[in-house]
């Protein structure tokens, strides 16, 4: 599908040192077949992609890892530490994943909540500083938190990465206000992670400025998920072109849009 | 010999060294990070290390996740 797309004047989007074109980030996780894994990731335009770092199966090692389906030649490659409740543990994933040997970056996870899977701060700003240390180029997920975001700045984080709302939730961007709060403040990329549901939460997301948007269960797990990656690539285009146009002000009472002179008598 | 991989006990010939005890686990060592008792040990270095009674190895890969 061809769209107005090459009008927009936009900036690329660097992060890290490298520069991306696509402002959608997507997950390879809980799809129903890799068939449709990699045809998604292709509709949604997006250049990196998520993965994670796990044992593996011993019995069926030849299928299971996700690079049999991806070409990491194509791809931007970033693997999580989702799973990780401590800031060791999280260190100890990125180190294995690192040596895998396609990038320095990492999405840092610290869970700090089972139901929720809210971010535990304090071993997020634990983590963040070995890592940064260690040269990693650090995306932290965490709270849609100012001082939190903050903080992950000022250890050296390559991006900061608050929540629309909890993983695999769908229930969009709850709140709006702190998230362009975050943006207006800090130097880095932001990025929004995880909570959107549906095409219009990632317009609106991105109609607040952020630089980028990943996502992974919005895609997935639609009935369509091929058709809804692609409908993800354009509320990411559109909502960000409408940031960029800026939008009209808002008025509690209504304007009319068509001329009050030459009605008739 | 007995070593515990990925958590589960295996016996594997005793005098291995890790290239070769990926070799006998049908792995290929381009696409596994092997950490031997609690370090990371480099794909270069795979056939320099030997395993010993009782090791714990780590084989972690690249799965879907978001």
Same mark, same amino acid.
């Given at each position: 599908m061809t769209t107005a797309v090459e009008t927009i004047h936009d900036e690329p989007l660097t992060i890290g040192g490298h520069t991306f074109h696509s402002r959608l980030m997507v997950g390879t996780g809980k799809y129903p077949g890799?068939?449709?894994?990699?045809?998604?990731?292709e509709a949604s335009g997006a250049e990196v992609v998520t993965v994670a770092v796990r044992r593996v199966n011993l019995d069926r090692s030849k299928e299971?890892?996700?690079?049999?389906?991806?070409?990491?030649?194509?791809?931007?490659?970033?693997?999580?530490?989702?799973?990780?409740? %401590? *800031?060791?543990? #999280?260190?100890?994933?990125?180190?294995?994943?690192?040596?895998?040997?396609?990038?320095?970056?990492?999405?840092?996870?610290?869970?700090?909540?089972?139901?929720?899977?809210?971010?535990d701060v304090a071993g997020l700003l634990e983590a963040s500083k070995v890592l940064v240390q260690e040269g990693f180029k650090v995306l932290a997920y965490t709270n849609e938190d100012l001082v939190t975001a903050l903080r992950l700045e000022d250890t050296g984080c390559a991006a900061v990465m608050p929540l629309a709302s909890p993983i695999g939730s769908g229930l969009g961007l709850l709140n709006p206000f702190s998230v362009r709060t975050i943006k207006r403040r800090l130097h880095v990329p932001v990025i929004v992670d995880a909570g959107v549901g549906t095409a219009s939460d990632a317009c609106v997301t991105m109609e607040q400025g952020v630089?980028?948007?990943?996502?992974? %269960? *919005?895609?997935? #797990?639609?009935?369509?998920?091929?058709a809804m990656a692609q409908a993800m690539r354009l509320a990411t285009i559109a909502g960000r072109a409408a940031y960029l146009?800026?939008?009209?002000?808002?008025?509690?009472?209504a304007m009319p849009s068509s001329p009050t002179r030459g009605m008739l008598d | 010999m007995d070593v515990v991989i990925n958590g589960?006990?295996?016996?594997?010939?005793?005098?291995?060294?890790?290239?070769?005890?990926?070799?006998?686990?049908?792995?290929?060592?381009?696409?596994?990070?092997?950490?031997?008792?609690?370090?990371?040990?480099?794909?270069?270095?795979?056939a320099e290390?030997?395993?010993?009674?009782?090791?714990?190895?780590?084989?972690?890969?690249?799965v879907g996740g978001g």
């Amino acid at each position: 599908m061809t769209t107005a797309v090459e009008t927009i004047h936009d900036e690329p989007l660097t992060i890290g040192g490298h520069t991306f074109h696509s402002r959608l980030m997507v997950g390879t996780g809980k799809y129903p077949g890799m068939d449709t894994m990699v045809r998604a990731i292709e509709a949604s335009g997006a250049e990196v992609v998520t993965v994670a770092v796990r044992r593996v199966n011993l019995d069926r090692s030849k299928e299971s890892s996700v690079l049999h389906f991806l070409d990491p030649r194509k791809i931007f490659l970033l693997a999580n530490t989702a799973g990780c409740y %401590t *800031a060791a543990d #999280a260190i100890r994933y990125a180190r294995l994943a690192r040596e895998a040997g396609f990038n320095d970056f990492v999405k840092l996870e610290v869970i700090g909540d089972e139901e929720t899977l809210l971010p535990d701060v304090a071993g997020l700003l634990e983590a963040s500083k070995v890592l940064v240390q260690e040269g990693f180029k650090v995306l932290a997920y965490t709270n849609e938190d100012l001082v939190t975001a903050l903080r992950l700045e000022d250890t050296g984080c390559a991006a900061v990465m608050p929540l629309a709302s909890p993983i695999g939730s769908g229930l969009g961007l709850l709140n709006p206000f702190s998230v362009r709060t975050i943006k207006r403040r800090l130097h880095v990329p932001v990025i929004v992670d995880a909570g959107v549901g549906t095409a219009s939460d990632a317009c609106v997301t991105m109609e607040q400025g952020v630089d980028g948007i990943l996502m992974n %269960t *919005a895609i997935a #797990a639609a009935q369509d998920p091929v058709a809804m990656a692609q409908a993800m690539r354009l509320a990411t285009i559109a909502g960000r072109a409408a940031y960029l146009a800026g939008r009209m002000p808002r008025r509690e009472v209504a304007m009319p849009s068509s001329p009050t002179r030459g009605m008739l008598d | 010999m007995d070593v515990v991989i990925n958590g589960e006990r295996r016996h594997v010939t005793a005098g291995a060294t890790l290239l070769e005890l990926l070799h006998e686990l049908d792995l290929d060592p381009r696409a596994v990070v092997v950490e031997h008792n609690r370090r990371i040990v480099r794909r270069v270095g795979l056939a320099e290390v030997t395993v010993s009674e009782g090791d714990s190895i780590e084989l972690v890969h690249f799965v879907g996740g978001g």
